[in-house]
């Protein structure tokens, strides 16, 4: 069975959130704004349970394609994932946000 069609198997059965409340779950759980502490923590995860950093990552994927409301993507920077970044806005977030799931896409590679 692909890792896809498992990962979604799993995330049904553990009824994980999907969209922003992934997202915010995600980040409230595991960045409390240390990124090297965060790193570790999604390396152990993925080992532990692969399914719970897929729903978390869907999410964040899922809040960047998608059109959100104006403070969304800051609020999920400063308040969710605990980021002080040098500005606070949407835009800023979304690039902070994109290279966070990059780099989580490469701590599960």
Do not use: C
């Not at 999604?42 to 869907?58: D, F, K, Q, Y």
């Not at 104006?70 to 606070?88: C, I, K, R």
């Amino acid at each position: 069975m692909p890792m896809d069609d498992l990962t979604n198997k799993m995330r049904a059965a553990l009824r994980l959130p999907t969209g922003l409340p992934a997202a915010r779950e995600f980040l409230q759980t595991y960045h409390n704004g240390s990124p090297v502490h965060f790193e570790k923590i999604v390396r152990h995860m993925w080992t532990v349970s692969p399914a719970v950093i897929a729903a978390g990552l869907a999410g964040l994927e899922q809040v960047l394609a998608e059109p959100q409301g104006p403070g969304v993507l800051a609020e999920l920077v400063a308040v969710d994932a605990n980021t002080s970044l040098d500005e606070y806005s949407d835009e800023a977030a979304r690039v902070w946000l994109e290279a966070l799931v990059a780099a989580v896409k490469g701590w599960t590679a």
